[in-house]
């Protein structure tokens, strides 16, 4: 399985960005989907979650109303929409396949590459 993130870049403060996951398998739509992202010298920390279906979603409290996460389960495709950005927001973003949704990154089994996101003041 592989995951590949991409839509990361440099934007300045209160811009928008959309992140994109592309799965490589083609049971995408049997597992759920987050988006997770880590700055330099902290600890991952949950962004957002999707259930199978897409039905249900989950956002961490420091992103939520401005953080979008969706799935194109035909394109086998998780997106992150993110708007209202701010310095704070900066790190690289990983998406991640889970059986269920959690916010433990240690339930999570297959991992993308990564995507930087740098939000200039």
Same mark, same amino acid.
């Given at each position: ?6 839509? %990361?870049?440099?934007? $300045? *403060?209160? @811009?928008?960005? !959309?992140?994109?996951? #592309?799965?490589?398998? +083609?049971?995408? &739509?049997?597992?759920?989907? %987050?988006?997770?992202? $880590? *700055?330099? @010298?902290?600890? !991952?920390?949950?962004? #957002?979650?999707?259930? +199978?279906?897409? &039905?249900?979603?989950?956002? %961490? ?12 389960? #035909? ?47």
């Amino acid at each position: 399985v592989q995951l590949v993130e991409s839509g %990361g870049g440099l934007v $300045q *403060a209160g @811009g928008s960005l !959309r992140l994109s996951c #592309a799965a490589s398998e +083609r049971t995408f &739509s049997s597992y759920a989907m %987050g988006w997770f992202r $880590q *700055a330099p @010298g902290k600890e !991952r920390e949950f962004v #957002a979650g999707i259930s +199978r279906s897409g &039905s249900n979603t989950y956002y %961490g409290d420091s992103v939520k109303g401005r953080l979008t996460i969706s799935r194109d389960n #035909a394109a086998n495709t998780v997106y992150l929409q993110m708007n209202s950005l701010t310095p704070e927001d900066t790190a690289v973003y990983y998406c991640a396949r889970g059986e269920v949704f959690t916010t433990h990154p240690n339930e999570y089994d297959y991992w993308g590459q990564g995507t930087q996101v740098t939000v200039s003041s």
